[in-house]
């Protein structure tokens, strides 16, 4: 008991908290950033796909990471386009539509992998981003190591963090944003076109959740394989609705996912066969359903979430 | 009910007796001409450590002129039963693939396409009533064994990690060899086993490892792509497992148990040619004393391994030649010590 209490004062265990949940940051807040404007996005899971290939084939073929997580980026905008075209100027099923766009970024991005590297043996790797300590800071007793020895890259996604709620609460454009999924019919009494704005809001939460993706294959690995977002799309669905649709709380329920999830590989090595491995793998999923249930009492999602508008109809 | 089983049955004695007829002819001319068309179907891309050693020898047989070779990818298991169906309307003479996850329903396909050998990878035994359908997988333990011994004589600390994907039966005896190598050059040694319930997530394998290298671990069994990463990054070793990725990490990886299918695919080509081909368990032809398996060199690690398991391992291997010393087949879970 004590060793499986231990785990929770060692940096290393704070470290991999925070490094695995970096893409669900990412990820969660692009998915955030779609529903807060209506328009519910499962197309998550293959964007991340996507985004992973199009980072790492970028570095791959010469070019520097900042540029591979710009690719990624548009890539994923570019998804987003397709999503929003289909589901908010045309009014389609958003869980048809997300299921679809996972569907095709998935085997899109296996097609164009097989078409760039037709006979590797092993998929080739490339020099992905190091960590970087932040002097004094990274000194600090556990949360030092945490919050300032990671890669550039989750440094981004804590920035991303502070940008998106920044923008959400702070700004205009943030206003009509969230008007356009609380009411949109006064959104457009505004003036304001929700057609573009919710179209504007997929292709950045999109961009976002590529981002994500491209995490996996540029800093918490170097590599590029087929099914290594592995659900993690799935999970930022729900941590979406664990934050309660704000951009803070979704940080701070992303951090705990990856918590849950360094500590139970910890924790298989003190607890050791008693417990079948399957339980340990389980459980950073039982206990975001918990904490789900615990904390989606409150949760009020966005009124007009997965309600098409359509001008001028009541 | 009665008329349609009538016609059926009809149906199939006509067709059951042409092919009794003409299968001699057309198998004599198959022989005599051609390569054999050989179609191989696999759940995963071809990158993947198990699934590159078969397309590997696939290829090597097709460029000997032995086999007409093609191939589909990232089957589905969903989808793979189409696909078997598919390659064996197109004629193919032997299919080749891995049904892990489809058995009942590949051997239900088998059945319908007698004139088609099928040789799998599959965690049952063969069936004698379905004559053309055959079983193999990696039975590399012996290769598993030596490398154990290698990674005994490495480890300082005397504690080693293994990250599995799942404890099935092809990873669960590889890696209980594995262990049983390690003891017998260092007795005292502790192991941490996990699994990741995923055979393709490297970020996670990772983690994984980089868990058990915080909890001492020096020397990391690698089974998954991700695990040799995190050793290479905290400057501690692995050992290799089907393939050899000493290119890849030249300062981490010490030794690799390779598998060589080489031997399975010959035999079951020679099989089909010579009509001898029937439920068998092609197993056997992973094992070292039939090539199916070997101990990678040293290379970058040549002189850094100390000489008494060297010699210890050149022992072992002289023996599991003779057959003296056959390494015991556990299928069983493996366990952290």
Redesign the interface.
């Known amino acids: 008991m004590a060793a499986a209490l231990e785990i929770l004062f ?1 940096a ?1 265990f704070w470290v ?1 908290a925070v ?2 949940a970096s893409p669900l940051i990412f990820a969660t807040l692009g998915e955030l950033i779609c529903e807060r404007a209506g328009v519910l996005n499962l197309g998550i899971e293959g964007i991340m796909v996507a985004g992973a290939f199009a980072g790492w084939i970028t570095v791959y073929s010469g070019g520097d990471l900042w540029t591979g997580v710009a690719v990624a980026a548009l890539t994923g905008a570019a998804f987003g386009l397709l999503h929003g075209l289909l589901t908010v100027p045309l009014g389609l099923s958003q869980h048809v539509t997300g299921i679809g766009i996972t569907l095709l970024a998935t085997s899109l991005t ?1 097609y164009t992998y ?1 078409l760039a590297l037709p006979e ?4 080739p ?1 490339i020099e992905a981003f190091r960590p970087l300590e932040i002097p004094v800071l990274s000194d600090l007793p556990l949360i030092g190591p945490a919050l300032f020895a990671q890669t550039p890259f989750t440094y981004l996604a804590f920035v991303a963090a502070a940008l998106v709620a920044w923008l959400l609460y702070r700004t205009p454009l943030g206003l009509a944003l969230r008007a356009a999924g609380e009411n949109p019919d006064a959104l457009e009494a505004q003036g304001l076109s929700v057609t573009a704005i919710r179209m504007g809001a997929v292709a950045a939460g999109s961009a976002l959740m590529a981002v994500g993706g491209a995490f ?1 294959t540029m800093s ?4 590029f ?4 977002v ?1 659900g993690r799309g799935w999970v930022c669905i729900a941590l979406v609705v664990f934050g309660s649709w704000r951009p803070g709380k979704a940080l701070l329920g992303a951090i705990l996912f990856g918590a849950f ?2 500590y139970q ?2 924790l ?2 003190v607890v ?2 008693a417990v079948p ?2 339980v340990f ?1 389980m459980l950073p999923y039982v206990l975001s359903i918990l904490a789900l249930v615990a904390v989606s009492r409150r949760a009020s999602y966005p009124r007009a979430l997965m309600v098409p508008y359509r001008k001028g109809e009541r | 009910m009665t008329t349609r089983s009538h016609a059926w049955s009809r149906r199939g004695v006509l067709a059951g007796g042409g092919a009794v007829l003409t299968a001699p002819f057309l198998a004599r001319r198959a022989r005599a001409a051609d390569p054999l068309k050989v179609a191989a179907i696999y759940t ?2 071809v ?1 993947q ?1 198990w699934v ?1 050693r078969i397309h ?1 020898a696939a290829n090597a047989a097709a460029e000997r002129g032995d086999i007409e070779y093609v191939f589909s990818e ?1 089957v589905s298991n969903s989808d793979y039963d189409r696909v078997m169906r598919e390659y064996s309307e197109a004629g193919n003479g032997l299919v080749i693939g891995e049904v892990f996850g489809v058995e009942q329903a590949a051997r239900e396909v088998a059945a319908d396409y007698p004139d088609t050998a099928y040789l799998m990878g599959s965690s049952f035994p063969p069936d004698p009533a379905l004559a053309n359908f055959s079983v193999f997988d990696n039975y590399i333990q012996d290769a598993s064994y030596l490398s154990g011994i290698i990674a005994g004589a490495m480890t300082g600390s005397g504690r080693i990690g293994m990250v599995g994907g799942f ?1 099935i039966p092809e990873v669960n005896r590889l890696m209980h060899a594995f262990m049983r190598g390690v003891r017998e050059s260092r007795t005292d040694t502790a192991f ?1 086993v ?11 394998a ?3 490892a ?3 290298i ?2 001492g671990a020096d020397v990391m069994y690698a089974e998954r ?2 695990v040799s ?1 995190a050793a290479a990054e905290r400057g501690v070793l692995a050992i290799g497992n089907v ?1 050899d ?1 000493q290119a ?1 990490y030249p300062e981490t990886v010490v030794a690799s148990a390779l598998w060589h299918f080489e031997p399975t695919l010959d035999a079951a080509i020679a099989a089909v040619r010579d009509g001898s081909f029937t439920a068998a368990d092609y197993g056997v032809y992973s094992f070292m004393i039939k090539g199916g398996c070997s101990l990678a060199p040293l290379g970058t690690f040549e002189g850094k391994v100390p000489e008494a398991a060297m010699n210890m391992v050149a022992e072992r291997q002289a023996q599991i030649m003779s057959g003296e010393l056959v390494v015991e087949i556990d299928d069983s879970e493996p ?2 010590s």
Do not use: C, H
Request: glycine letters at 6%; zero cysteines.
């Open positions: 060692t290393s991999a490094r695995i296996y097989r590797v043996t092993s998929p790797k996996l918490a690995f170097n590599s394989f087929f099914e290594m592995n999830d360094a590989v910890r298989q090595g050791g066969d491995y399957q793998l | 995963v891309p990158e450590q590159s590997k990232n404890p941490q996990a699994f990741i319930g995923s055979w393709f997530d490297p970020p996670k990772k983690e994984t980089f868990a058990m915080d909890n792509f991700g990463d393939i990725t890849d366990a952290s």
